[in-house]
């Protein structure tokens, strides 16, 4: 199994950007597919952003297409979420989530492992 650890969350503006990570260990990074999630309060845990085990696809919610960009170093076990030109609507927890394929996916339920979450506010 992996363990995920997510940093890098923060309050920024409206119009700012922020840089998320996700550090794993255990079994062989590169072995998974890995995602991002994020939950506001009183909502859902919705998808924002996936890749493939060597990074060569990535898939987007189209919220955040254009405005994020995901990432994975897969010598150096990190994940990143480089995110631009935020909105208060972007205000959640973000998780990160890996799972046992070899594609993306946009289902919550098709992930395995789980990070504890990161805090994004975007101020207006």
């Known amino acids: 199994q992996v363990q995920l650890v997510e940093s890098g969350g923060g309050l920024v503006q409206a119009g700012g950007s922020l840089r998320l990570s996700c550090a794993a260990s255990g079994r062989t990074f590169s072995s998974y597919a890995m995602g991002w999630f994020r939950q506001a309060p009183g909502k859902e845990r919705e998808f924002v952003a996936a890749i493939s085990r060597s990074g060569g696809v990535t898939d987007y919610a189209d919220s955040v297409k254009g405005r994020f960009t995901i990432s994975r170093d897969n010598a150096k076990n990190t994940m990143s979420l480089h995110m631009n030109s935020l909105k208060p609507e972007d205000t959640a927890v973000y998780y990160c989530?890996?799972?046992?394929?070899?594609?993306?996916?946009?289902?919550?339920?098709?992930?395995?492992?789980w990070g504890q979450g990161t805090q994004v506010t975007v101020s207006s």
């Open positions: 989530a890996a799972r046992e394929g070899v594609v993306t996916s946009k289902l919550r339920s098709r992930y395995d492992y």
